[in-house]
């Protein structure tokens, strides 16, 4: 009767070890499941006007028109610099285009779109326009603050505007839900979805 009730004891305690191990298990598949909800996959359109191309060479300039802080305008825009140049294109360092502005009374953070993009066009000696708009960048000044792991987006969406008409030639538009640790894990999926963009719905080049 003892080593039947012995035996009946570890028994219990074999049931019991096997159902923690086995809620733990669950609850590790629904956390990663539900991180995959939430990173979830990218979202990208795009496309350009019917016949519409430029040369690859061509000179252009990036501006943010974001309602989003100056820094993260500042580094959207550099990001997307450093990607179009990759491709060949010439692009205005913000810097300079910064300095030429300046000298007409003109600013980058005045431009919005429908802004009067001839003056702009010839302070810049360029014939196109990339508008790149970030409507969502996450609350890194809120969760990354803390260094923790948080969860995010990464919004934005972008057009090719010929400065003598004002018509955009090409436009592109991609979102992500994301899971990030700190701001410049953030930046490394905004420069990611930027490239994998440029990838699926290319600028028109010649």
Known sequence: MVAGASNNAMGERMAHKTVICLSVALALAIMAACAGCIQGSSHLRGGSAPGFSIPADTRLAVIAVSKLSE?????????????????????????????????????????????DYKSIGRVLDVRYLVLLNVSEFSDYEGVWASGELGYGKVAFSMKLVEIETGVPRWSASA???????????????????????????PMPLQ
């Open 71 to 115: 820094d993260i305008r500042n580094i959207a825009a550099d990001v997307l610099t450093g990607e179009l140049l990759k491709l060949g294109l010439q692009v205005v360092e913000r810097q300079q285009m910064d300095f030429l502005l300046q000298e007409q009374n003109l600013s980058v953070s005045g431009v919005t779109e429908g802004a």
């Open 175 to 201: 979102h992500k839900n994301i899971l990030s640790q700190d701001y410049w894990d953030a930046q490394r999926h905004f420069g990611n979805l930027i490239n994998d963009i440029l990838k699926k719905h």
